[in-house]
């Protein structure tokens, strides 16, 4: 995704569960590059991003600690998932950054979330061993922002006129005939 110095950026994040039981206890660290160019970083914010779907009021993805602005890192949970599918029954949470002004032309923002843990719902240990929970891909989504600030185009001054008029070199002969 392209973006300008000054963007707003939303981000999305859905989590479905295609195992036989629901997924608890959904732990995931997020990092971003290049972290001196966000602005502001509004990670779920609580009853605003935190829950998008609507489905379930007590499943919303919450921050377990204060993001490192420093180090572009931060980690969530998600308290469950319904066996369900990237359509339908998923959970969704939202994320708002901006970028600061002045970020220079061609710099890349990669912001990387991975699911680090889960557990499922029943007391086999074959649940436990194998979790369904995944996000975007695989349990890790990534998202890639290149800013876009070219420099201004200089003003192409205005040259001098030097030398005769092309129309009077043209008309110079005619004039002298008609004298």
């Known amino acids: ?3 300008s110095p000054g963007d707003t950026v939303y981000f999305r994040l859905k989590t479905w569960d295609t195992g036989d ?3 608890i206890n959904i732990t995931y660290t997020a990092s971003y590059t290049n972290p001196s160019y966000i602005d502001a970083l509004d990670p779920f914010h609580a009853g605003v991003n935190d829950d998008l779907d609507g489905n379930d009021p007590a499943s919303y993805y919450a921050l377990t600690g204060l993001p490192d602005a420093t180090a572009g890192t931060l980690t969530f949970d998600l308290d469950g998932v319904a066996v369900s ?3 339908t029954g998923y959970e969704s949470g ?5 970028v600061k002004a002045g970020t220079p032309d061609q710099t890349v923002i990669l912001a990387t979330v991975i699911i680090t843990g889960a557990s499922q719902v029943g007391f086999n240990w074959w649940q436990r061993l194998f979790v369904h929970a995944y996000a975007d891909s695989s349990a890790t ?3 890639r922002l290149l800013v876009s600030n070219p420099p201004a185009v200089a003003a192409t001054p205005t040259l001098p006129v030097t030398g005769p008029d092309p129309i009077q070199l043209i008309m110079a002969p005619v004039m002298r005939l008609c004298r």
């Open 85 to 87: 599918s990237e359509i």
């Open 1 to 3: 995704m392209t973006v």
């Open 21 to 23: 039981t629901p997924a």
């Open 94 to 98: 939202g994320m708002v950054v901006r």
């Open 141 to 143: 989504t990534q998202v």
